[in-house]
């Protein structure tokens, strides 16, 4: 399904000692002259984590920025939403983490296929992001002498995530945005809220701008820059169920990657463990609960099939805990996709509670017992009051029910270390990048990443690339802007002509129960071949049959829906492709061929490499470009969490 | 099976803000209880969609009562009958068989109606940029354990920063005032001391912009408290005179 490419890509990693690569090449980056700054535009698309802490941190430093997002305020970015925290190498509780320990932990919680020179030096930076966010006022949990306060998380055995009750996400997200905002009263920041980003420019293969549709009056405009910064976030709604907002998009990704951008890792894909199950066919979303809450809770089923007691009902020795009984060292706190795996397992098996059965039991009982319900109350809370609110069931009395979901995608553009992707003066950052998790992400390092991003490193690394340009070369005027510009526009008219019978979402969510049912938490080449093409005859359909209500020159959520659809029908293609072309189980992504006693079997022989596809046409195999991985520091081992 | 509702619903349609707008009113059945508010207006939107008529434009984005996209009035409150509740969180197991229920959007001149149910919260964004924030640029920042929060101001000041600026409170005050708004975020910010030293200017500057955007003022009928689904309190406001008149009278006018 694809042509493999012997050039290998240049990630430019610096050499040297690993603790001091990042200062190193921080001396050799070229700057702009502070009176140079000024004169320099930068498009920035997205305004989540990533997006609005590089938009405040460039804008301080003197550039001109230009801030896109689809909601009606940057401070809605889907980065709210994250509950449970963020970590830091701070070592507050003393209780043996480092930054070492941190980057230890991402690469094998990454199962060995990050790139080890990215993962150290995110660790490095994570505590000036507590600092910093400290400094902006973001309200920290802290201890009643005002120090701050530490909880874990999944894969780690030390304390070191940071947390805002369970609004981690919503606080981060204001503080950046506030420093942002503050750029804005300055004149340094544009906003363009309900701007989509259409396209990418890109003249003589270096991305020189963006073409957008106002969401609200249906216009098309284009806008040049002397540097793109992508900030767009995942592209888990390709599954149509996840816990992604629902504006969450591969879209502007996607046009990059037809402009020239490789793409690296679609098939990493997070499956969460603990999420509300489904409750009908009308199911929009899925609600994350933080895994914060396996902390205390503890996950079971019935040690008997399809036992029809209510959970009160079975005595404890007849529950099976089984995160606890098959991984005794990290019991309830082993890594997500480990702990999806066994509850799709033990459902699979005729063990799962519920009305549907694809559900296990997450119980505070024990915990309520030691702490007492006003301890859980202050950890917990709010997270109890909205499964309530959700599931009608109070969760102080009966356990939670909770089953897997998607929930975040490690896979994105490829970046080098300058997180530049392969379309020069293009930068991605973020959830949109595939540069630090590897074929799993540690719960809490995703906020730490977009903000390493963000305030860190792109202010030092976009300098270098614009320290070599001069300000200002190409303007919208060049005729690339109107092409890219009919192109888009192009696509729309295509799509409202379409005039079919079936709706978007309709068309949507047949797409993301192919997805799931067969790229979802286990998958097998024989299903993944026949996926394929029922991706395409679904493509086929849409373009065919599709239906889409009002016209492109008005506020229209439908065509924004059948736009951004018609991307992820192309985009599930490359992801299922890779998953076809992995012949091993890592991290996120399972092939149920490849595994020994029940556990993911790793072929670091043949796949120890970052796979980064390029475009060649739609209905045409892309081509696929290895980036070998090497680990000097974290030696490669089997990962167990027995 | 769980139960299920027939429901009339009487809609606010608006082609955009400078049409007339009008009510429609539209017959739903089998609306399972376990729904969501926003899954029965997806419902809704499915059936006028197959019928070939333009879905209700709504707003919403996490549907997990964070992002505070979503927002309409149902049945003369803002979020619906259930207290510190967004409308996406709200379910339809709180309405009965046969309830009509009326939908429009926040009534405010401060936030124009885009389409339907949908309006324009930038004044929000505007105000924010006035003062909302701690002037510390990247890379400035001490240990973060350098200045400690007792306990309970860092619970107060999280608190008020929980607002998830979805502007029901505007909705919900006859005056169409922005105080509890601009409160939350002034006492978070009065309350830590990592926002002390611009605690008279950001004060003053924030209400100033909010005057300018032709907010109501607020004559203290708390319905905005009861109307907001992060059960930001109106001692927040109370605390936001205090800052103001303090401010007012130290500080050289701005
Ligand atoms: C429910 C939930 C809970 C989570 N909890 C945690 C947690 O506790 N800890 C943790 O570390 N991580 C957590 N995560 C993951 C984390 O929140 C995300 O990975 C991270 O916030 C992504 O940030 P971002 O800046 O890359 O993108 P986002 O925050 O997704 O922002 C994307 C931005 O791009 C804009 N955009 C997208 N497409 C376009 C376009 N075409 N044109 C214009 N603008 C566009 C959007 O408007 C938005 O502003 C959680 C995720 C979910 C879903
Ligand atoms: S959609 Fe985010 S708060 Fe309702």
Redesign the pocket.
């Known amino acids: 399904m694809s042509t493999v490419s012997t050039t290998t890509l240049n990630s430019r990693v610096p050499s040297g000692p690993m603790d001091q690569r990042w200062e190193n090449r921080k001396q050799e980056l070229k700057l702009v002259n502070p009176a140079n700054k000024r004169k320099y535009n930068i498009i920035i698309?997205?305004?989540?984590?990533?997006?609005a802490s590089a938009a405040s941190s460039l804008a301080e430093l003197g550039y001109n920025v230009k801030s896109?997002?689809?909601?009606d305020s940057?401070r809605r970015?889907?980065?709210i939403?994250?509950?449970?925290?963020?970590?830091a190498a701070k070592n507050y509780p003393n209780d043996g983490d480092s930054v070492w320990r941190l980057f230890y932990d991402t690469v094998k919680g990454g199962d060995f296929r990050a790139r080890e020179s990215n993962v150290y030096r995110l660790a490095y930076l994570s505590n000036l992001i507590i600092d910093q966010c400290a400094a902006q006022g973001v309200p920290f949990a802290r201890e009643y002498g005002g120090t701050l306060a530490n909880r874990s998380f999944g894969g780690a055995q030390v304390s070191r995530t940071f947390y805002a009750r369970g609004q981690?996400?919503q606080q981060l997200l204001l503080g950046a945005y506030s420093s942002m905002m503050r750029q804005v009263e300055a004149g340094r920041v544009k906003l363009f809220p309900r701007?989509?980003?259409?396209d990418l420019v890109v003249v003589d293969g270096v991305a020189r701008g963006i073409v957008?549709r106002d969401l609200v009056t249906g216009k098309y405009e284009s806008f040049a820059a002397d540097a793109v910064l992508l900030?767009?976030?995942?592209y888990g709604n390709v599954y149509y169920l996840s816990?992604?907002?629902k504006?969450?998009?591969v879209?502007?990704a996607w046009r990059c990657y037809k402009r020239g951008a490789y793409f690296a890792n679609p098939c990493f894909t997070q499956i969460h463990p603990t999420c509300i199950p489904t409750s009908g066919h009308y199911q929009s979303k899925l609600t994350?609960m933080?895994?914060s809450l396996r902390n205390d809770g503890r996950v079971w089923v019935p040690k008997q099939q399809n036992d029809p007691r209510s959970p009160d009902q079975i005595p404890h020795e007849e529950r099976d805990y089984f995160l606890e009984r098959r991984y005794p060292a990290f019991g309830n706190l082993v890594p997500r996709d480990v702990a999806s795996r066994a509850a799709k397992e033990r459902c699979d098996a005729g063990f799962g509670v519920g009305t549907t059965k694809m559900a296990v039991y997450l119980d505070f009982q024990d915990a309520i017992g030691r702490l007492g319900e006003e301890t859980v109350r202050a950890r917990y809370g709010n997270l109890f009051d909205m499964y309530q609110k959700i599931t009608d069931d109070n969760p102080y009395k009966v356990p939670m029910r909770i089953y897997p979901a998607v929930?975040?995608t490690m896979g994105g553009l490829w970046v080098d270390y300058h997180l530049q992707s392969t379309v020069p003066g293009l930068f991605v950052?973020?959830?949109?990048n595939f540069s630090d998790h590897g074929a799993n992400r540690l719960?809490?390092?995703?906020?730490?990443q977009?903000l390493a991003d963000g305030y860190f490193i792109i202010p030092y690394t976009v300098g270098d690339h614009l320290a070599s340009t001069s300000p200002g070369k190409i303007t919208t005027e060049h005729p690339a802007f109107a092409a890219t510009m009919a192109d888009a526009v192009g696509r729309a008219e295509q799509i409202m002509a379409v005039n079919g019978s079936r709706s978007v979402d309709s068309i949507h969510r047949e797409l993301g129960s192919l997805m799931w049912e067969n790229v979802g938490m286990s998958r097998t080449a024989e299903g993944l071949t026949a996926t394929i093409d029922q991706i395409r005859r679904l493509r086929h359909e849409f373009w065919k049959n599709v239906k889409v209500m009002g016209s492109g020159e008005e506020f229209n959520q439908n065509l924004e829906h059948a736009g951004r659809l018609a991307d992820f029908l192309e985009f599930a293609e490359l992801l299922t492709n890779d998953a076809l072309n992995r012949n091993e189980s890592c991290g996120g992504h399972f092939r149920a061929e490849y595994q020994a006693e029940n556990e993911a079997l790793r072929d670091d022989e043949n796949y120890c490499y970052a796979a980064a596809w390029e475009f060649n046409g739609v209905d045409q195999a892309p081509q696929l470009h290895k980036e070998p991985l090497t680990f000097e520091e974290v030696h490669l081992t089997t990962r167990s969490y027995k | 099976m769980s139960e299920s509702l027939d429901l009339t619903l009487k809609v606010w349609r608006q082609a955009s803000h400078d049409a007339q707008g009008a009510f429609r009113t539209y017959q739903l059945s089998g609306i399972s209880i376990d729904m969501s508010f926003l899954e029965m207006l997806d419902v809704l939107n499915e059936h006028l969609i197959n019928r070939g008529e333009e879905p209700v434009a709504f707003d919403h984005d996490c549907r997990?009562g964070i992002c505070g996209t979503c927002g309409v009035v149902i049945n003369g409150q803002p979020h619906g009958p259930d207290t510190k509740t967004t409308t996406c969180q709200l379910h339809m197991r709180r309405f009965k068989n046969g309830d009509t229920i009326v939908i429009e959007p926040w009534r405010a001149s401060s936030f124009p109606v885009v389409k339907d149910l949908v309006v324009d919260r930038s004044a929000f964004d505007r105000i924010m940029q006035a003062g909302g924030y701690v002037s510390v640029n990247t890379g400035n920042a001490p240990d973060a354990n350098a200045v400690l929060v007792p306990g309970r101001d860092q619970e107060k000041a999280m608190d008020a920063a929980a607002c998830i600026g979805c502007g029901a409170c505007v909705a919900a005050c006859k005056n169409a005032s922005a105080m509890l708004f601009v409160s939350a975020k002034v006492s978070q910010l009065a309350i830590l001391p990592q926002g002390k030293p611009e605690r008279a200017e950001r004060v003053l500057k924030m209400v100033a912009r909010m005057d300018e955007e032709n907010f109501g003022s607020c004559t203290n009928t708390y319905e905005c408290e009861a109307a907001c689904p992060a059960a930001i309190s109106v001692t927040n406001i109370a605390r936001l005179n205090r800052e103001y008149f303090k401010a007012m009278l130290v500080s050289d006018p701005v």
């Open positions: 698309v997205g305004t989540g984590l990533a997006g896109f997002c689809l909601q940057p970015a889907h980065s939403a994250a509950q449970g925290g963020i970590n981690t996400g701007k989509e980003m259409m957008t900030c767009t976030g995942g816990t992604n907002a504006n969450c998009n879209t502007a994350l933080s895994e929930h975040y950052l973020g959830e949109a719960g809490a390092s995703a906020l730490m977009g | 997990e």
